[in-house]
Structures are given as structure tokens and as C-alpha cells.
């Protein structure tokens, strides 16, 4: 009875042993398959933190297949670095496409804390070891900032990649399974992007109205705008008459007021003249009364009979007297 107790003990140690053993194998195998990560569209960020090794490529791409085995067999050995290695397949992620930027297939990134490096060397499984343990990503200048992934203007690039490929899935529907000819869906999607362009510039002009409202002014009919037009001609002829005139204007006033200064010169003129002429003649009244007094002083037999020639030159009038005033020029 203990002999055969000690063989169930046995047997059942040999079992646990077993089970266990094949647990461990297995867990190993599953970790293998799980160190190769896929990313896509919701998960992608979780490259910006720690080291990445990613992949983009597409099932249908040869040189992708070529190089699935070896990149799964990199996943493994990377692991032992601390180093994570992701697939990104662009046809059920195409925005991460147009995010990175990718035009060529298969593509390959290093990044590091959210610094993005293309690898552009070999792709066997030294190769990618040697780059990852040795840090040959340093020498490698990282992509520039306008065309990081994380930036805003590569998320709308990347919604642009994710729109062209759902409108090429649509198109492949439409002839696969409505069976609809290729122009068939080309004018459909030409009315489409017709109707498409007019509601958003629609939407842009009222946009601008809104943030730019313009100035409220009466509405005018047809023969109200022209009236005021022609009187708008109007007033503009008579201020060019008025501009053309005032030059002339200013000639006569000039002109007159030349006139002027030369009558008041004249007028100046006449009147020291008469002041001279009242001089002399008051002088040579002076001289004649002097002259009577002196002849009444006289005897009168001394007086001499005056003859009729030198009695009409006393009565003819001296020259100064004959002068007359110039006539003044018309005001």
C-alpha cells in the first residue's frame, strides 16, 4: 500500500512538473507574438514616450512581406533593450499615412521622446540591432517641426488621407456592389463636389458678413441713382467752371487795383499842382496890390495914361491862371 501511494505521489509530482513546463512555454510564445505591437489610429500617441522602432506598411506590399519575418524576429530581441517595436498597417490606417507622411512602403521611424528620425539603411536583423544598440539614431537629424506628426496642421492632413481613402472605399462600393460604371461614379462625384464647393463658400460669405457687417444705406430705384448721377455731373462742371474762372477773376482784381493806385497817383499829382498854381497866384496878387498902393501914393500928374495895349495885357489872364484841372478818369 505505501508503494503504490508513493508512485500516485510520484506520477502526480511527474504531471505538475509537466503542466507547468508547458505553461511556461506557452506564456513565452505568447510573449513573443505580443512584443511586436500594432498601432493605429486611436493608439498611435503611445509612441511619443519611451523608444519606438515602427513600421508602416500594407498587406499587399512584397517588400513588406519580405520584410515581416525579420521585423517580428527584431520585435523579440529589441525587448531585451527596452526597445518597442509597432507595425502600423496604411490601409486601415490611412490618416497616420498622411500624418507621417508617407510615400513610400515600407517605411520606418525611430522615435525617441517625441523626436521622429526615418531609417533609411539596411533591413536585416544586425542591421536594426546595431542602429538601436549603438545609437546610431543620434547621428540622424530629426525631421523638421513643420512636419512633425504631432503637430496641428499634419492632423489636418491626416483627416484629408482618411477622407480621400473612405470617398475611394465608397467608389469601389458603388461599382462592386451597385454595379455602376466608372463614369457613372465620376459624374457623381463631380455633382457631389460641385454641391460640396457652393455650401461652404456659402457658408464662408456668411462667415464674413457676420464678423464684417456691412454699412446700412438706402435703397435708390433706377431714376432716383440716375438723377443724382446727373446732378453729381452738375455740381462737378460748375466747380471746374468756378476753378477755370477764379485765375481770371484774379487777373481783373489785380488789374483794377493797378488802375486805382495809378488814378490816386494822378489825383495826388493835380492836387500839388493846384496848391502851386493857388501860390503863384496868390503871390502875384500880393505884387499887384503892392503896386496900386505905390501908384495911389503917386501925384496924379505923374500918372501916365495907361496905353489900350498895356491895358489889355493887364486884363489878359496870366498862364497860370488858363491851366485848368485835368479831368479824372471815371471811377
Not at 508513493?6 to 505538475?16: D, E, P, Y
Not at 440716375?226 to 476753378?243: F, S
Request: with cysteine.
Amino acid at each position: 500500500m505505501q508503494k503504490i501511494a508513493v508512485n500516485h505521489r510520484c506520477w502526480a509530482f511527474l504531471a505538475t512538473v509537466l503542466i507547468l513546463g508547458f505553461a511556461a512555454a506557452a506564456e513565452q510564445t505568447v510573449q513573443k507574438t505580443k512584443q511586436l505591437i500594432d498601432l493605429n489610429e486611436d493608439n498611435w500617441r503611445l509612441m511619443l514616450q519611451g523608444e519606438w522602432m515602427v513600421e508602416f506598411y500594407a498587406p499587399w506590399c512584397p517588400a513588406c512581406k519580405n520584410l515581416a519575418p525579420t521585423w517580428e524576429r527584431f520585435a523579440s530581441t529589441a525587448a531585451e533593450i527596452n526597445v518597442n517595436v509597432a507595425k502600423i498597417d496604411v490601409t486601415t490606417s490611412p490618416s497616420l499615412s498622411g500624418r507621417f507622411f508617407v510615400t513610400a512602403l515600407p517605411t520606418i521611424y525611430h522615435v525617441k521622446e517625441g523626436e521622429f528620425r526615418q531609417y533609411r539603411g539596411s533591413r536585416d536583423g544586425d542591421a536594426l540591432m546595431f542602429f538601436v544598440k549603438q545609437k546610431q539614431w543620434s547621428k540622424l537629424e530629426p525631421i523638421s517641426a513643420w512636419k512633425k506628426p504631432d503637430t496641428i496642421h499634419m492632423s489636418v492632413l491626416s483627416y484629408f488621407f482618411k477622407l480621400s481613402h473612405t470617398l475611394k472605399d465608397f467608389n469601389g462600393r458603388l461599382q462592386e456592389e451597385y454595379g455602376l460604371p466608372t463614369w457613372g461614379s465620376y459624374a457623381l462625384f463631380a455633382i457631389g463636389t460641385i454641391f460640396v464647393g457652393a455650401a461652404l463658400g456659402l457658408m464662408l460669405v456668411c462667415v464674413v458678413d457676420f464678423l464684417y457687417p456691412p454699412k446700412k444705406h438706402q435703397r435708390q430705384s433706377f431714376s432716383e441713382s440716375k438723377e443724382n448721377g446727373q446732378n453729381q455731373n452738375g455740381i462737378e462742371d460748375i466747380n471746374d467752371e468756378l476753378e477755370d474762372d477764379a485765375p481770371e477773376d484774379e487777373d481783373a482784381n489785380a488789374d483794377d487795383q493797378e488802375e486805382e493806385e495809378e488814378e490816386e497817383e494822378e489825383d495826388n499829382n493835380d492836387d500839388e499842382e493846384e496848391n502851386e498854381e493857388n501860390e503863384r497866384s496868390s503871390t502875384e496878387d500880393e505884387e499887384e496890390d503892392e503896386k496900386q498902393q505905390s501908384e495911389s501914393e503917386e501925384p496924379e500928374s505923374e500918372k501916365k495914361p495907361q496905353t489900350p495895349a498895356k491895358k489889355e495885357a493887364e486884363e489878359k489872364p496870366s498862364p497860370t491862371e488858363v491851366r485848368k484841372r485835368k479831368p479824372r478818369k471815371a471811377d
